[in-house]
Each structure stands twice: as structure tokens, then as C-alpha cells.
T-cell receptor
Framework: ETGVTQSPTHLIKTRGQQVTLRCSSQ?????VSWYQQALGQGPQFIFQYYREEENGRGNFPPRFSGLQFPNYSSELNVNALELDDSALYLC??????????????FGPGTRLTVL | GQQLNQSPQSMFIQEGEDVSMNCTSSSIFNTWLWYKQEPGEGPVLLIALYKAGELTSNGRLTAQFGITRKDSFLNISASIPSDVGIYFC????????????FGIGTKLQVIP
């Protein structure tokens, strides 16, 4: 069984640029969630994708967007980067049951630095 | 964004001591989760709790889902150096989407 993988591991961008982060979900999982973890904080929920559609969203502006592909892998896109976007971005996959949920398993994260 | 109230925020303990940390929320959750995160890695699930009052163990770890569904605690018995890391509590709602709300974390340092 393959775990959740993310790429790249580290990334440096400048203010105003755009970034795409990638996630491959764990084998058998159909749901992907993205989180932002600032230094010294717990992860903050950005959004979740299920069946290639956004299934829920946290308190993040529209310049944070995502995609889920038929193989359940996912991308997180951030436009017009700001300094405060510097953080560890975590992807978590799970298997969504009808009417309920299941535990989320996290990838190692992508460390994004915005200069 | 919302974060759960987790305490203590950091602890230094001697190897062999027991550790206790807890988490409270103003909202009710259907599932409580405890994760451990080590440097350079994502959080790893330690224990999941699904029912109010439930007490669950995983080796030296024991966690309980509070009766009010607004709190949970985690105990680690006989700590060892590899217990070092940041422990996060998290609450999950059911139905709709699986939003998980995390605490701020408890940083645990074990002195050999």
C-alpha cells in the first residue's frame, strides 16, 4: 500500500507569483484535503475534493484553488503569492463513506517560502 | 482560522515519566483524533475516537473522548526519547465533508 506523497518537497517563490503543489493520495482513497500549517501552528483546513469537485472550504481566499483528477490525485494552486503564504502545505487523503467520513492520512508536506 | 484549545503548549519531562495533555473546543465533534508530527514530516495518526466516553489505547498511549463531545485527553505512559515531537488533537465533523480542526499542538521534549 502506497502512502500519500507530495511534490515538490521545498519551493521558493517571490511575491505575486503563482505556485502549483501536487499530491498523490493513498491507494484506495477517494478524497483529498489540503491544509496550510504556519510555523508553530496546527494545520488549517483549506479545502477538500471528492469525486473531482470541491466538497468543502475553509477560510481561504479564492486565489487558493485546487483540482482533483480521475485517479484521485490533486493539485493546490495559489495565485498572487503573498509573504504570509509561506508555510508547510499538507495534503491528506481518506476514503469517504456515504453519509460519513474516515480518518485522514497525511503526506510529508511541501515547504513553500515566499520572498 | 479556528483552532482547538490544547494544553500544555510545551513540556519537558524525564524519560520514564507519564505525560498528559488535553484539548477543549467550543463546538461538538463526532470524532476526536490525536496526531504526532516530527520535523520534516506530516502528522501521523495515533488514535481515533468515535463515541462520547470512549477510552482507547494504542500501546503506551491512551486517549479518551469527553462525555460532552467538546474535549479529549491523551496520556503517554513511561515516556521514551522517541516520543519527542509535536502532538496535535483534532476534531472532525461527520456528514457533508470531512473538515478536521486542529489544536495548536503540544511540543514534547524527553530528557534521557
Amino acid at each position: 500500500e502506497t502512502g500519500v506523497t507530495q511534490s515538490p518537497t521545498h519551493l521558493i517563490k517571490t511575491r505575486g507569483q503563482q505556485v502549483t503543489l501536487r499530491c498523490s493520495s493513498q491507494s484506495g482513497h477517494n478524497t483529498v484535503s489540503w491544509y496550510q500549517q504556519a510555523l508553530g501552528q496546527g494545520p488549517q483546513f483549506i479545502f477538500q475534493y471528492y469525486r473531482e469537485e470541491e466538497n468543502g472550504r475553509g477560510n481561504f481566499p479564492p486565489r487558493f484553488s485546487g483540482l482533483q483528477f480521475p485517479n484521485y490525485s490533486s493539485e493546490l494552486n495559489v495565485n498572487a503569492l503573498e509573504l504570509d503564504d509561506s508555510a508547510l502545505y499538507l495534503c491528506a487523503s481518506s476514503f469517504k463513506l456515504a453519509g460519513g467520513g474516515n480518518e485522514q492520512f497525511f503526506g510529508p508536506g511541501t515547504r513553500l517560502t515566499v520572498l | 482560522g479556528q483552532q482547538l484549545n490544547q494544553s500544555p503548549q510545551s513540556m519537558f519531562i524525564q524519560e520514564g515519566e507519564d505525560v498528559s495533555m488535553n484539548c477543549t473546543s467550543s463546538s461538538i465533534f463526532n470524532t476526536w483524533l490525536w496526531y504526532k508530527q516530527e520535523p520534516g514530516e506530516g502528522p501521523v495518526l495515533l488514535i481515533a475516537l468515535y463515541k462520547a466516553g470512549e477510552l482507547t489505547s494504542n500501546g503506551r498511549l491512551t486517549a479518551q473522548f469527553g462525555i460532552t463531545r467538546k474535549d479529549s485527553f491523551l496520556n503517554i505512559s513511561a515516556s521514551i526519547p522517541s516520543d519527542v515531537g509535536i502532538y496535535f488533537c483534532a476534531g472532525q465533523t461527520s456528514g457533508g465533508y470531512q473538515k478536521v480542526t486542529f489544536g495548536i499542538g503540544t511540543k514534547l521534549q524527553v530528557i534521557p
